[in-house]
């Protein structure tokens, strides 16, 4: 029953989702008042919309942005596992979108979350989706010679 029902789910992605169920799902991962079984649920639904349909995410790149500001700053060895995955599989869809540079203070501070991220993250996947996205963004080469440039030189080898 339940390969039927996410079967059915799967097909009908595009026309059951839109920009506000998503935007619910992303604050989801981050309230504190939302139980760990939903919290679960929000992240292994945005995981599978992220694989089966990345482009719905598209207009959610400043909720996302905004979201991995918040999770940037809260990187620490102590997060729980499910928090983790939830940080990497959103860092996943946002690595499937192109032009996700945005403007202002918002853009500066994503930058530096990805940054963040990249350099000192809770897994080593968060580092290599941050750094996807950073190197996919317009100015790739000034922040791929800001990573390299934190990188220890005896590090390098």
């Known amino acids: 029953m339940t390969t039927v029902f996410t079967s059915f789910i799967q097909q009908c992605t595009l026309q059951l989702w839109n920009k506000t169920t998503l935007e619910c799902l992303i604050t989801a991962l ?7 079984a939903s919290k ?6 945005i995981k599978q919309l992220s694989l089966s349909h ?24 102590d997060n729980s596992i499910e928090d983790k995955l939830a940080v990497e599989d959103v860092l996943k869809a946002v690595s499937r ?6 403007p202002g203070k918002l853009g500066k501070d994503f930058v ?7 350099l000192e993250g809770d ?3 968060q580092g290599r989706r941050a750094t996807t996205i950073l190197l996919n ?4 080469n000034l ?8 990188i220890p030189q005896g590090d390098a080898n």
């Open 30 to 36: 981050s309230d504190v008042e939302v139980p760990s």
């Open 40 to 45: 679960a649920v929000a992240h292994d639904l």
């Open 54 to 77: 990345p482009k719905i995410f598209k207009n959610l790149v400043p909720t996302l942005a905004e979201w991995i500001i918040e999770r940037a700053e809260r990187v620490s060895p």
């Open 97 to 102: 979108l192109h032009g996700v540079d945005l």
């Open 112 to 118: 530096n979350a990805l940054k963040t991220l990249a």
């Open 123 to 125: 897994t080593e996947r």
């Open 137 to 140: 963004m317009q100015k790739r």
């Open 143 to 150: 922040y791929a010679e800001d990573l390299v440039d934190v």
